[in-house]
């Protein structure tokens, strides 16, 4: 402990520094700002997202003892790293305000813009001037409490305060506004968290300016500084989970996806080798979702030209096969007459049907997680013995040879 620190600091401090999970937590901020460096270098809309994160690393690790002894001691000006943590404090509150309002009140954004400016510049240089106007002879932890007198360091707390507290609150009351309008279940449960990491970010600021109204009429704090820099520190761990939370979901949606469409990609290569002209040529991208569209599409094409190939008559024995193969019925029904016009028409076989161009509809009405399953247990079908055998009959009584 540094000789000049109060006692009643002392221990809080060693503890803020030293705390494991503390140090975890500024691992988890770096790594996810190293994460989000190309999205930003890519997209102007992701900057002010990296910028909180790039802005939070830096002060969280200036909260560390070693960077901020380093700083001190190399620049011969006393508690110069803990004014540096407070104005990347200020830039990270401003920067993930700003990429709030751009998520979720697009016509707040510019607004936000202006005033953030205005404001940003002004409680920075109001940081700069009662720092150096405190009379600060020695390191200490917390020059608030180390001088309580000081108005200098009273105004000092109260800009950081009411500059957080009021960043929080605003977006506190975005987040949670867009909670019920959030797209996916991952995007709602990161959004809530958000709200809940600035709700308590505006709790830690309530905290610091009830701590200043309370020494300037003599009464000590109602809560032990370690509580309240635990709040603080729980309101980073909430931010930081619920900006996570929705690239986890968007990551297992694209495992998921990818996995569909392996399982899907046997019976896409089977009925576009009948039909190749459903096969699009133009490049779609190689995103696991956009695959997914695409072979949902093309297998759906494929099938309503093969439908032209099944008559009635093949439509009503493959309904009796798949109701004696017992689960699964609608699915195998429909793989055992797609097989066996897959093979006419592989074979040259004039369908008897023509296509209807009405018989689009049905699949358009159906969401695409509805249409993905219902393709899936096609897949399945289509690869049984029961279908494969039925397509042979089907084509053997037509005088069409299949190979097993």
Known sequence: MHPAVPQHLGPDLAGAAYSPYKLLIVVLVGLVTLWRLPAAIRSPRHRPLWTAFAATTGLLALGLPWPA??????????????????????????????????TARPDLAARWRRVRLAVLPAAQLGLVATFFTLHRPTEVADFYQAYPASTAAALYVLIIAGFIGASMGVGSWLFGSHVRGAATRSLRAGLLVLALGTATGVAYSALRICQIALEAVGRPMFLDECWVLRIDWASIALMLLGSVIPAVGVALRGLRDWCTARRLAPLWRELTAAVPEVVLTERLGRGPRLRLHRL???????????????????RFQAAIVAVAAGPEQSALAEACWLRAAAALRRAGHVPLIPTAPAQAAGCEELDFATETDRLRSLAAAYASPTAVEFARGAAAGRGVAVAR
Do not use: Y
Request: charged content about 15%; aromatic content about 4%; some cysteine.
């Open 296 to 314: 949902a599409i093309e297998i759906r094409d494929a099938a309503l030209v093969l439908a032209g190939h099944a008559d009635p008559e093949m």
């Open 69 to 102: 002894a380093w700083i001190d001691t190399t620049s011969g000006v006393h508690n110069l790293a803990m004014l540096l943590k407070h104005q990347l404090d200020l830039v990270a509150s401003s920067a993930g305000l700003t990429f709030c309002a751009q």
